[in-house]
């Protein structure tokens, strides 16, 4: 068994695919009209044929509540490996993406946190 897609809640889609593409390099894989929504899928340019990540409209009720809890509690929606989180983190800067926590090291493991402007925190790490 592997993970074949996983999520991430969006506020709005097409917002959600320029960030995810344009500032952190994903690709877009799948965008297939659903309605007023898209199916619409990203994934790493270094495993087109990895996991995709759905970037998946917040309109059920529950999901803004939830999504403001975990940002209030400083908890990323989903976490993303990187080679260098230092070096990420500079450039992901520079391009006005803002943080809600600097790098950070504990033992043999990076963090940062990011905004993704799409009302979710998200995490790059690096561990080794």
């Not at 809640?9 to 695919?17: C, G, H, N, R, S």
């Not at 593409?21 to 340019?45: C, M, N, Y």
């Not at 087109?48 to 939830?66: F, N, R």
Request: charged content about 20%; overall charge negative.
């Amino acid at each position: 068994m592997r993970i074949y897609v996983t999520s991430v809640f969006v506020d709005d889609q097409e917002k959600a695919l320029r960030f995810y593409t344009e500032a952190l390099g994903f690709v877009k894989k799948q965008d297939i009209p659903l309605g007023e929504a898209r199916w619409l899928t990203v994934v790493s340019p270094e495993a087109p044929e990895g996991t995709e990540l759905l970037l998946e409209p917040d309109g059920h009720p529950a999901v803004k509540p939830y999504k403001e809890a975990l940002v209030h509690d400083g908890i990323p929606a989903a976490s993303f490996a990187v080679d260098d989180v230092a070096a990420e983190y500079a450039r992901l800067s520079g391009l006005g993406v803002g943080f809600a926590q600097e790098p950070l090291t504990t033992g043999p493991v990076t963090t940062a946190v990011l905004d993704d402007t799409c009302g979710n925190l998200i995490q790059i790490v690096h561990t080794g």
